[in-house]
């Protein structure tokens, strides 16, 4: 049984308890486990804290010993939003291929097992899935990691996702309330809004979250967006009116409210970390997610006494922050009952990705699910110029500055795997005005894969296909993200996701395996 440091009043416990803080290094520094014995309960991981399958069990082994019923969360959609595997791509597809093949039962047996995968490290809750719509093509931070921009499917694939999850003892925590896709900001970076009529919103936004909240999603994330026609003052992560009045009232919802991270410029620019945190609970939120950027003691130590001074000069009442920390703590023994298996470095590491360092999920001997659904998604389109790769060729990788929730330190393409079928592959990487010109000048006379990533929102990179396709008629274009443009090149392949198995299934089709 956890044991409570003596001396840590109930005001301060429960203050503790609703955040969900990060941290630096690969193993629990001091201050987390001292904090943890006062009465936190959650803590997130991020890729800078990922190295090996052996060390994150470890880890969360060193967590527990702390406090047995810990909630160890994780952001892991897969596909391009991945942190056990962010230093090789992930072993399995994200949203959009998975909507792509439009299949339930095969989603829900990659979310369950990658909820399978996460438990054997010791994770326990993941933030996800991602439940928006993809209504809005130009959208900057969901595109791929939606099932799509049909309002159905984006149901049922939601709520096969939680079920897979959950099956595998992990809790989903569906995001991103009340629907992120119809934005054309990230979040990360300013306030985005949603102008949609309320009957529009509940015919389309709200349609999958009460696919999950029916399946029986444990958690809910909030979304840093101001939607007017539900709110036109705050912003749904810090709106009553929302997270109480819709998700919990109208919407039935009675599980934990998690909210997007609090350091983000929608909230810390415009209310200030410690203000923001308070209003989200007394909005109705249960846990303060922060750690992606500040993951220090001193930041949860100004939340905690935030929240503490804020219940003593009345602002925040304190059944509110009670409620939250019960929430919090609920959740944490569902979790802790749902455990079957101890965090154990045997976690399959699956050897060596081709990218030549070790996955922290791997693969597993008996089912590679996720390759499977990553072949099923393509989408491979034969030109008027086909003509099979049967020689190394010049992978030009047209790359797009990377959202901050996908990050830029996780691989992509097609190149590391294409170079294990087709040995002397080369490869480089370009951007900008120029790209298409240096992309021809590099390739020299080899054949030319040209990879994109969202090209219809990136002029630049529409450009550098023209400059390509004109050339060299024979070029073949793999397209990672949602593909909008009409199929181009003597071979157009679209992966929908950027996943390291979504990039191995576009190589072998490029090379006729």
């Known amino acids: 049984?956890?044991?409570?440091?003596?001396?840590?009043?109930?005001?301060?416990?429960?203050?503790?308890?609703?955040?969900?803080?990060?941290?630096?290094?690969?193993?629990?520094?001091?201050?987390?486990?001292?904090?943890?014995?006062?009465?936190?309960?959650?803590?997130?991981?991020?890729?800078?804290?990922?190295?090996?399958?052996?060390?994150?069990?470890?880890?969360?082994?060193?967590?527990?010993?702390?406090?047995?019923?810990?909630?160890?969360?994780?952001?892991?959609?897969?596909?391009?939003?991945?942190?056990?595997?962010?230093?090789?791509?992930?072993?399995?597809?994200?949203?959009?291929?998975?909507?792509?093949?439009?299949?339930?039962?095969?989603?829900?047996?990659?979310?369950?097992?990658?909820?399978?995968?996460?438990?054997?490290?010791?994770?326990?809750?993941?933030?996800?899935?991602?439940?928006?719509?993809?209504?809005?093509?130009?959208?900057?931070?969901?595109g791929v990691r939606s099932f799509g921009a049909d309002t159905s499917l984006v149901a049922r694939h939601t709520a096969a996702y939680v079920s897979g999850l959950q099956s595998a003892g992990v809790a989903a925590c569906t995001k991103h309330f009340p629907g992120h896709g119809d934005t054309a900001v990230d979040s990360h970076h300013a306030?985005?809004?949603?102008?949609?009529?309320?009957?529009?919103?509940?015919?389309?936004?709200?349609?999958?979250?009460?696919?999950?909240?029916?399946?029986?999603?444990?958690?809910?994330?909030?979304?840093?967006?101001?939607?007017?026609?539900?709110?036109?003052?705050?912003?749904?992560?810090?709106?009553?009116?929302?997270?109480?009045?819709?998700?919990?009232?109208?919407?039935?919802?009675?599980?934990?409210?998690?909210?997007?991270?609090?350091?983000?410029?929608?909230?810390?620019?415009?209310?200030?970390?410690?203000?923001?945190?308070?209003?989200?609970?007394?909005?109705?939120?249960?846990?303060?997610?922060?750690?992606?950027?500040?993951?220090?003691?001193?930041?949860?130590?100004?939340?905690?006494?935030?929240?503490?001074?804020?219940v003593r000069s009345g602002d925040l009442p304190e059944e509110r922050l009670a409620d939250a920390a019960a929430r919090v703590r609920a959740l944490a023994a569902w979790t802790a009952s749902t455990q079957t298996t101890t965090p154990s470095a045997s976690v399959n590491g699956g050897g060596t990705s081709e990218r030549g360092s070790s996955s922290a999920v791997g693969s597993d001997a008996r089912t590679d699910v996720g390759l499977v659904a990553a072949r099923r998604a393509l989408k491979v389109t034969r030109g008027a110029h086909f003509a099979p790769v049967t020689e190394a060729p010049y992978v030009a990788a047209l790359t797009p500055v990377a959202n901050i929730a996908v990050g830029d330190e996780t691989p992509w393409g097609v190149a590391a795997e294409l170079r294990r079928l087709l040995p002397g592959t080369e490869t480089g990487s370009f951007t900008g005005e120029r790209a298409g010109a240096e992309a021809l000048a590099a390739a020299g006379s080899r054949r030319v894969v040209a990879v994109v990533r969202d090209a219809h929102r990136h002029t630049w990179m529409a450009e550098a296909l023209d400059i390509l396709l004109a050339a060299r008629p024979d070029t073949v274009v793999v397209e990672m993200g949602v593909p909008q443009s009409p199929p181009r090149g003597a071979l157009h392949i679209a992966t929908h996701g950027a996943a390291r198995v979504c990039g191995l299934a576009a190589a072998e089709a490029i090379a006729g395996a």
């Open 1 to 142: 049984m956890t044991t409570i440091a003596s001396g840590t009043d109930t005001l301060t416990r429960d203050a503790l308890a609703v955040l969900q803080p990060g941290f630096t290094g690969t193993s629990a520094p001091s201050w987390l486990l001292r904090r943890l014995g006062e009465g936190l309960t959650s803590v997130g991981l991020f890729g800078r804290n990922i190295a090996t399958p052996a060390q994150v069990a470890a880890l969360t082994a060193q967590l527990r010993a702390e406090r047995d019923d810990v909630l160890v969360a994780i952001d892991e959609e897969g596909g391009d939003v991945t942190r056990l595997e962010v230093r090789t791509g992930s072993s399995f597809p994200g949203n959009h291929a998975l909507g792509a093949v439009d299949d339930t039962a095969l989603t829900e047996a990659v979310a369950h097992e990658l909820g399978r995968r996460l438990a054997a490290c010791g994770v326990n809750l993941n933030w996800a899935p991602s439940a928006d719509i993809n209504s809005n093509v130009d959208n900057p931070v969901i």
């Open 191 to 310: 306030m985005p809004r949603i102008d949609a009529e309320l009957a529009v919103l509940e015919s389309r936004e709200l349609v999958p979250f009460r696919a999950a909240i029916e399946a029986g999603t444990r958690a809910v994330m909030s979304a840093h967006i101001l939607v007017p026609a539900l709110d036109p003052v705050r912003p749904a992560t810090l709106s009553r009116r929302i997270l109480t009045g819709l998700l919990r009232e109208e919407l039935g919802y009675d599980g934990l409210i998690v909210t997007d991270g609090m350091e983000m410029q929608a909230i810390s620019a415009t209310y200030g970390i410690e203000r923001g945190s308070v209003l989200a609970i007394a909005a109705g939120a249960d846990a303060i997610c922060v750690g992606g950027g500040l993951s220090d003691e001193p930041t949860v130590l100004r939340l905690r006494d935030a929240l503490v001074a804020a």
